[in-house]
Each structure stands twice: as C-alpha cells, then as structure tokens.
C-alpha cells in the first residue's frame, strides 16, 4: 500500500486513527502492530511470515546474547543471528543476480530462480539487524515482549522506505509515548508537505523522465534536462516519502530522525553524503565503517574500507551492476577528495558547490542506468560524443511545458523556502498571516494531491523496489 494511495487516505489511515485514539493506552502497540500486519500484506500478504520470522530471529538473538554476556557464546549468537537475518534478504534481493552472472561468466545454463523481492526487506533487515548489534554491545537492553519489538520493526510510516530508525531512538517512546493536538497537527501538516512534494513534484517530473526515453528527438540539452529532472525526481520522490512517514510518526507518538537536508547545497561530495538519505549513511557508518577502522588507518586501509563500504552501499540499492558502479563511482570521488581535495574545497565553498552538483547529477545517470549501454548512451549524449544536435524542437516544447515545475523543484530542493519561512515568522503581524493562512494552503495542496490520485495519473514509488 503507498502512502500517496486514495485506499490509504480515505481507508486505512481514517480506520486506524479512530481505533487507535479510542483503545486504552496498554493496546496502542497492539493496535499498530496488526494495522501495520495489514499495510504490509496489503500486496504480499505471503511475505509477513518472512518479516516475523526476521523479527523472532532478532527476538531470540537478543535475549542469548544479553543471557550469556561478557562469554564467547554471546558473540556466538550474534553471528548466528545475524547471520540469519542477513541469509533473508541475500537470498530474495540477491539470489537471482547471482544465478543470472554464474552464468554468464562460466557459460553453464542455471535456471533462473525468479525469486520475487518483498517490499521494505533491505529497510527492515537493517533495523532489526541494528537492533542485535546494539544489544551486543550493551547501548540497549532486550526487549522481552516480542509484540513490542513486533511493532517496532513493523511500524508503517517507516517499514516500507525508512528512515531506518534504530531501536535506541524510539525505545522510550514504545513503552510510554505522550500524544498532543500540537504534535498531531505538526505530524499532518508534514505529511501534507510530504504527499504534494510526491505527487505534485515527484510525479510530474517522472513524467517528463518517462517523455524522454520515448522521444525520437533526443539533443544535447534534452539529455541534461533528463538528468536534472530524474535527479530531481529521486529527491523529492524519497525526500518527500520520508517527510510523511515522519509526519505519521509524530501523529501516533513517535520522533524519527531526518532523512534529507537540503544536499544539493553540499560543498562537497562527503558533505553530501551526510545530506543525502542520513539513515542509511548514518547506519553504514556506525556498524560498518568505524568497526573497520574508519578514517583513522593508513592510506591503504582507508581506500580498502570507502571502496568496501560504497560497493555495500550500491549493492543496498539494488542487485543490478549499475548499482555497483554507481557506488564505486562515489568511493572513487571520496578517496579524491580524503587524500588530496579536502583543503581546496574548504577554501572554495562556490567551486566546490559546483564540482558537487555536477557529479551527482551524473552519479545518477549512473543509477538510472537499465544497462552498460544505457549508461553510456546517456553519458555520450550528455557531453554530444554521439551524433546529435546540441538543441531539438522537442527539448525546448518540454522545457517550456515543465518549466514552472522544474523551477518549484529547484528552489524546493534549497533551503530558501525555509528561510523565507523563518523571515516571516519574526515579525508578529507576518507570523499572524502565515498562521491564518496555513491551514487553507495546507487544504488546499491536500485537495490538488487527492485530485491527482482520483484522475489516476502517474504515481509510481521508486524505492520501492530497494
């Protein structure tokens, strides 16, 4: 079920707040935890005995490894569970790449698995993993009742597409969690903000990505125009699905962490990154790269420990070699700027913004690459090595067409929305106006987003499939 769905707006979320807000206080997990059961089978209902199997395995784990602390079986444990709980989504995100390349590669003829991948496993696979490796290491304490640690790890705002959000972060709010009318209506406007950055921005700008492989009238400037709108899709596409699950999160009680931060304004490609998809950053960091060693190693080890973590980091986002080489092509980028760029672009922020943005709009050419040669073709004609003008007809009708939304995208992607805001809000008779004027806005964007679903236009969500 996706957020930006009429079935979850007028049925699920409707439902669920009514029985949520009437059951007494000791039955509020319970009560997210069966409508999230229902959210999640909603599509693969065959899936939720896999994701509880995650859940006991994480469970079990966590109470060996605490019982026989400060022993080597508790090291144990930890292994043997993880080792579980990643075997889960090695096998339905990656069994198929692997058969399809054993095969290419030494010619013998496998037959295809065709395993189907279940929806938010690479999110939740790293929650309950991250939950393990904290009992381990002492930071928190098992959880006893497995329906509790159930809901954590099934939560719907956050099972499907993240913020990856550990146990640590909400465990105080699972076992006792306050609601007030100033969070809720906090927690709905930013779904609000949250659904028209979806399908008002994210959507349409897919619709000009899905013009251009169509188009038989490919120049120059039109492939650039692809690649800023498919970047700018990508961000306000997940940026604006993690505003709403956090917004959902504030309306039942709970804080998740930010996910986005305005990245495009990075200076650097490291600066970016600490932008970009925080938890999962965040997450690498903290039970990958530091246990490696960090920053703090030799020059040989730091290069091993970038280019294993940002191979880990492509293949997260999919079981396709495009994904491989979009992280590769971030490890190379950061090992440049860790041995021999960092002073440069601290004393120019301005070049630096530009060397930014100018590789990660080609980084993800390399993430919406179908193939070796999609890639290139889109590189080739991005910097006219093919045979094409450098201008069409067809470039400049879609630039003009899209141009009002490409231009909100643009602005929206910057924090200057933010500090008009905040400008606004110092001064009490312009803070009286915006708070007057709130509310309609806010309905009225809700109106617009609902119109689009009813109309039936484009709506695809594209972390779905990570």
């Not at 060996?64 to 930890?78: G, H, T, Y």
């Not at 090695?90 to 054993?102: P, Q």
């Not at 930013?190 to 038989?216: D, H, M, P, W």
């Not at 590789?359 to 080739?380: E, N």
């Amino acid at each position: 079920m996706l957020f930006s769905s009429l079935s979850f707006l007028f049925y699920f979320l409707p439902a669920l707040s009514i029985v949520y807000f009437i059951s007494p206080k000791p039955m509020k997990n319970t009560v997210l935890l069966l409508f999230s059961l229902c959210f999640y089978g909603w599509g693969e209902p065959k899936y939720l005995a896999l994701m509880i199997t995650t859940v006991l395995t994480g469970y079990v784990g966590a109470i060996l490894i605490e019982k026989f602390r400060d022993k080597k079986l508790s090291k144990v444990f930890l292994s043997l569970s993880s080792v579980i709980i990643l075997s889960f989504l090695l096998y339905f995100k990656y069994a198929n790449f692997f058969v399809e390349n054993f095969s290419r590669v030494t010619g013998i003829e496998v037959k295809a698995l065709n395993v189907v991948l279940p929806i938010g496993i690479s999110f939740y696979t790293f929650q309950i993993l991250s939950y393990v490796i904290d009992v381990y290491r002492g930071d928190v304490k098992s959880q006893k009742n497995p329906l509790t640690l159930a809901t954590y790890v099934a939560l719907f705002p956050q099972l499907i597409a993240g913020p990856i959000v550990r146990y640590s972060d909400v465990e105080s709010s699972l076992i006792s969690r306050t609601h007030s009318f100033e969070k809720i209506s906090e927690g709905f406007r930013r779904f609000i903000v949250g659904l028209s950055k979806k399908i008002i921005v994210a959507n349409t700008l897919g619709e000009l990505c899905e013009v251009f492989y169509q188009s038989q009238d490919k120049s120059v400037l039109f492939f650039w125009l692809y690649a800023i709108a498919y970047m700018l899709q990508i961000y306000f596409d997940f940026s604006g699905y993690s505003d709403m699950a956090i917004g959902l999160g504030k309306f039942f009680g709970f804080d998740f962490m930010e996910n986005f931060n305005y990245p495009f304004i990075s200076s650097s490609i490291t600066e970016f990154w600490r932008r970009w998809h925080i938890s999962l950053g965040s997450w690498f960091r903290d039970y990958v790269y530091i246990p490696m060693g960090g920053s703090r190693v030799g020059r040989k080890k730091l290069i091993i420990n970038i280019l294993t973590i940002w191979c880990l980091t492509g293949f997260w986002h999919g079981a396709a070699w495009n994904f491989v080489i979009w992280g590769l092509f971030f490890a190379l980028l950061l090992m440049i700027e860790k041995l021999w760029l960092k002073e440069w672009l601290k004393k120019s922020p301005v070049a630096g913004r530009i060397y930014t943005l100018f590789f990660v709009i080609i980084s993800f050419v390399i993430f919406s690459g179908l193939s070796a040669s999609d890639i290139f073709m889109k590189l080739k004609g991005m910097f006219a090595i093919s045979e094409i003008p450098f201008i069409s007809d067809e470039f400049i009708y879609y630039f003009k067409s899209y141009f009002a939304v490409l231009l909100i995208a643009v602005i929206g992607a910057t924090p200057l929305f933010k500090s008009f805001k905040e400008c606004l809000y110092k001064k009490r008779f312009t803070k009286v106006i915006m708070e007057f004027f709130e509310i309609p806005v806010l309905l009225i964007l809700l109106v617009i987003c609902v119109s689009y679903l009813v109309d039936g236009s484009f709506n695809p969500f594209l972390y779905f499939r990570f």
